[in-house]
Structures are given as structure tokens and as C-alpha cells.
């Protein structure tokens, strides 16, 4: 069965340092990987994805995430947080085999708030 | 060019009313995508539509539940005899076909008292 987990619902890091919000997903066949963000009363902004290729994916604002199959997680970071990245991160996968090739499943999402 | 849109952006209304969600996708996106989102959880995929194919409804909570598209245009999702659990934001995300990232929209935030 295809699921996503966000073992994080809160992370605090204060302004400069690097951040990273964790993410595993579980898939029958090749996963598709996404990273979108929230910001309040607002609807999801897509930020970078995963298809094949290169294990460090490049996104908008300076983020970043990296593959890794063996650990089957996709683990969204960036070098220095900006209080402006506050928001509300969800990790989604799409499998690429069986009846479900339309459909995103997603984590909890994972509540990001950068310190000044 | 124009996102994705929806409307209302906001409905309040009764138990047992039936309410209608619109979604205009952007130009040119075959595939639409309706998902719900509860407070304080993911999103809860509810229906996909591609092109001329049937659409995926194995998402839809109830019978009470119900969309359709007109062609690669607009859709219209339907919740008839609402209760108060159908309570969430509903959101619309289209893409240039299935498998391409999903762009969505705002939502539309139902509240049934």
C-alpha cells in the first residue's frame, strides 16, 4: 500500500541554520516524489519533485531534498532557514505501477516556524 | 498565466443542504484532481478525472459525493445532504497529464453547522 509518513508535526530552527523536515513514503513500485508548502489560508505551493535521476533534487527558495531508496525516505532541507519559511510542509508520493497512477498520497505535513 | 481556481473561497451552510464546489483548472491541463483536506491532517484524495477516461472516484467518502467535468474544463464537485464531518477545505489541483506535478488551487473552506 502506498503511504507517506512526516514523523515530525513541529520544527523549530532558528533564522540561518539548517533546517530539514523528514519524510518516508512507502510504494508498490517506483515512487514519485514532491515536496509542497502551505502558507496560512493559502493553497498548496509545489516545490520540487522527485521522478529519476539525480538523488539531490533543486527547488524554489533555496530548497533542497534528497532521495534516498535504501532508507525509502525524501527528507526536504535547506542551508539556511529564512523566518519567511514558516509554513505548513507536506511530502506526497505517487507510485508509478497499479491502479492508483492519477492520486498523491500525502504525509500529515509538518509545521515549520524559523526563529529571528 | 492564470492558476487554478476556485470558488467559493469561503461557504457556510446548514446540515442537510446540498452545496456545489467549482474548479477551473489551468488551460491546457487534462488532468483535474479534487482532495480534502481536515484540520490538522493531509490531504484525503477524493477524485481524479483525465481527459475522456472515467474518472477515479474511489476516493469519494459517500454516495452523498459526487463531480463531474465538462471536456478539460471546469468541474464541479457535489456534496448533497452535508453533515457536519464534510466540514474541511477542498482543494483542486490540475496537471498537463497524470504523473505531471499537480498545481492547486486555493480552496474552498465548508463549514456545516
Known amino acids: 500500500a502506498q503511504s507517506v509518513a512526516q514523523p515530525e508535526d513541529q520544527v523549530n530552527v532558528a533564522e540561518g541554520n539548517p533546517l530539514t523536515v523528514k519524510c518516508t513514503y512507502s510504494?508498490?513500485?517506483?515512487?514519485?516524489l514532491f515536496w509542497y508548502v502551505q502558507y496560512p489560508n493559502r493553497g498548496l505551493q509545489f516545490l520540487l519533485k522527485y521522478i529519476t535521476g539525480d538523488n539531490l533534487v533543486k527547488g524554489s527558495y533555496g530548497f533542497e531534498a534528497e532521495f534516498n531508496k535504501s532508507q525509502t525516505s525524501f527528507h526536504l532541507k535547506k542551508p539556511s532557514a529564512l523566518v519567511s519559511d514558516s509554513a505548513l510542509y507536506f511530502c506526497a508520493v505517487r507510485d508509478d505501477r497499479g491502479s492508483t497512477l492519477g492520486r498523491l498520497y500525502f504525509g500529515r505535513g509538518t509545521q515549520l516556524t524559523v526563529w529571528p | 498565466g492564470a492558476g487554478v481556481s476556485q470558488s467559493p473561497s469561503n461557504k457556510v451552510t446548514e446540515k442537510g443542504k446540498d452545496v456545489e464546489l467549482r474548479c477551473d483548472p489551468i488551460?491546457?491541463?487534462?488532468?483535474l484532481y479534487w482532495y480534502r483536506q481536515r484540520l490538522g491532517q493531509g490531504l484525503e484524495f477524493l477524485i481524479y478525472f483525465q481527459g475522456n477516461s472515467a474518472p477515479d472516484k474511489s476516493g469519494l467518502p459517500s454516495d452523498r459525493f459526487s463531480a463531474e467535468r465538462t471536456g478539460e474544463s471546469v468541474s464541479t464537485l457535489t456534496i448533497q445532504r452535508t453533515q457536519q464531518e464534510d466540514s474541511a477545505v477542498y482543494l483542486c489541483a490540475s496537471s498537463l497529464g497524470t504523473g505531471e506535478t499537480q498545481y492547486f488551487g486555493p480552496g474552498t473552506r465548508l463549514l456545516v453547522l
Open positions: 488551460s491546457g491541463h487534462t488532468a
Open positions: 510504494v508498490s513500485g517506483n515512487p514519485y
